[in-house]
């Protein structure tokens, strides 16, 4: 396994992969990396659906926003995932928001995400973060039951381009002392 630092630094968003499978077991390996993400009290508000179907991707394909560099991985990657959230559940108490910023579920599918795709990285797998499309749509095309919301797209698979990395801001850039 490559140590945690290396596999942040590589990471990237692949939008082309390679067209070689990726193996049941190495996938389910790095779903249960989700399983162990964190989450508000641990109510891992967290659905996730595995699209094979050619015909269903091909219809998400057609959700997509205009100019969405991530458009043609939708239905060429080997794998696709939809991540969905509960509504109501993270961030609540007895059924009462307790946040200042209301459903906690953004965050929580964040931590997923990015758990989810640092795991993929480790086993020298791309991904990218999907969140610009018709939400609305995708969310009827995948019959996501009310109560919950589809919250990206994540297609993964071997990477034929790797991107290089982008400019990152230095540590000093954004680190406050005491008070902003």
């Not at 992969?17 to 996938?27: K, M, P, S, W, Y």
């Not at 390996?29 to 964190?38: A, F, H, S």
């Not at 609540?92 to 459903?103: A, I, L, M, P």
């Given at each position: 396994m490559?140590?945690?630092?290396?596999?942040?630094?590589?990471r990237r968003s692949v939008r082309n992969?390679?067209?070689?499978?990726?193996?049941?077991?190495?996938?389910n390996?790095?779903?249960?990396?989700?399983?162990?993400?964190?989450s508000w009290a641990n109510t891992q508000c967290w659905e996730i659906i595995w699209i094979k179907d050619r015909s269903i991707r091909e219809k998400l394909q057609a959700t997509m926003s205009k100019g969405n560099p991530a458009t043609k991985s939708?239905?060429?990657?080997?794998?696709?995932?939809?991540l969905c959230a509960k509504l109501q559940s993270s961030g609540?108490?007895?059924?009462?928001?307790?946040?200042?910023?209301?459903?906690w579920f953004m965050y929580d599918l964040g931590l997923a995400n990015q758990t989810l795709c640092l795991a993929a990285e480790n086993f020298g797998l791309g991904?990218?973060?999907?969140?610009l499309f018709d939400h609305d749509r995708a969310k009827e095309i995948l019959k996501v039951p009310d109560g919950y919301e589809l919250v990206t797209l994540i297609p993964m698979g071997y990477p034929a381009k790797t991107p290089s990395a982008p400019k990152r801001r230095e540590v000093n850039e954004f680190l406050h002392h005491d008070t902003f």
């Open positions: 490559a140590d945690f630092m290396d596999i942040v630094k590589r992969f390679q067209d070689r499978e990726v193996a049941e077991d190495i996938l390996q790095i779903l249960e990396t989700v399983r162990w993400t964190p939708i239905v060429n990657a080997p794998v696709l995932l939809a609540y108490y007895k059924g009462e928001v307790t946040t200042k910023f209301g459903d991904t990218v973060v999907v969140g």
